[in-house]
C-alpha cells in the first residue's frame, strides 16, 4: 500500500554548520462530520431464514492543512438458509447451523441521506457484489431509518505523552439515536424486505493531534500509521 508522509523533517542548515534538528510541524487530523445508519434485519419463516445486514455512512475528512474530503459508503450482504438441513462443514454452512442457500454481499460510494439531528435518513442504490460462488451480481438496495429513541451525546478528550517521542491530543463529540429501520433488497430474481427496530443512526465529530519530538519521523499514534 502506498504510504502518505505528512509533515516531512528538514533540518535546518545555518552559516555556521548544522543545528540541532528541528520540530516537525504537528500532524492534525480532523472528522469535520461521520454519520453512519446500520440495520440487521433477520427473518424466519419455515425453515427459511432471511438475513439483511445494512450499513451506510456520509463523512467528511480534513487534514490541518489540506483539502476536505467528501465520502459515501454502502454495503450489504444478504443470506437465505435452510436451518433445518444438515450441511458439512465449509463455506456452505450457516454460522449458525444449517445450509446457506444463496448469499451475496456489495458495496458502493453510495452516500447516507440523514438529516443533522439523526430523525430519519436513507438510501437507495444499486450495489455490484458477489454472490457466494464469486459470480458478479447486482444489488438493488433500499433502506430508511427513522429515529425513535432520545438523542444520546457524549464527548472525550484525551491526552498522551510518548516519553522521548512526542505527544498526541484527541477530542470526540458523538451523537447517537436508536431508529428503526425499514429494508428491501432484490439480487438474482431474489427479493427480501424486512425491519429492524434496535437499528441505530450515529455522527462522530473528532480531532487528532500528532506532535512528534525534534527529530523523530515515525510517530503515528492517529491510526497506528500515517493518515
Known amino acids: ?26 500532524n ?30 456520509l463523512a467528511m475528512y480534513a487534514g490541518q492543512p489540506g483539502p476536505v474530503n467528501k ?23 450457516a454460522a449458525g447451523g444449517g445450509a446457506v442457500l444463496f448469499q451475496a454481499d456489495g458495496q458502493n460510494m453510495a452516500p447516507l441521506v440523514v438529516d443533522p439531528r439523526l430523525t430519519s435518513a436513507s438510501v437507495a442504490t444499486q450495489l455490484p457484489g458477489t454472490d457466494g460462488d464469486g459470480n458478479p451480481v447486482t444489488i438493488s438496495l433500499a433502506a430508511s431509518w427513522t429515529g425513535t429513541g432520545p438523542l444520546e451525546h457524549d464527548t472525550g478528550h484525551d491526552h498522551q505523552n510518548f516519553p522521548g517521542v512526542g505527544n498526541v491530543n484527541s477530542t470526540g463529540n458523538n451523537l447517537r ?9 432484490a439480487v438474482n ?20 493531534i500528532e506532535i512528534a519530538r525534534p527529530g523523530v519521523e515515525e510517530f503515528f499514534p492517529c491510526f497506528g500509521f500515517p493518515g
Open 189 to 208: 430474481g431474489l427479493t427480501a424486505a424486512g425491519t429492524d427496530t434496535e437499528a441505530s443512526l450515529t455522527q462522530v465529530k473528532s480531532r487528532c
Open 177 to 185: 439515536r436508536t431508529a428503526t429501520a425499514t429494508v428491501s433488497v
Open 71 to 93: 465520502q459515501g459508503l454502502t454495503g450489504v450482504l444478504v443470506r437465505i438458509t435452510d436451518i433445518c438441513a444438515v450441511a458439512p462443514g465449509g463455506i456452505g454452512t
Open 28 to 57: 492534525i487530523y480532523h472528522t469535520i462530520s461521520s454519520t453512519h445508519g446500520s440495520a440487521a434485519v433477520v427473518a424466519t419463516a419455515g425453515c427459511e431464514r432471511t438475513e439483511i445486514f445494512v450499513s451506510s455512512s
Open 1 to 26: 500500500m502506498k504510504r502518505l508522509v505528512l509533515g516531512v523533517c528538514t533540518v535546518a542548515l545555518l552559516s555556521l554548520g548544522s543545528g540541532p534538528a528541528a520540530a516537525a510541524p504537528p
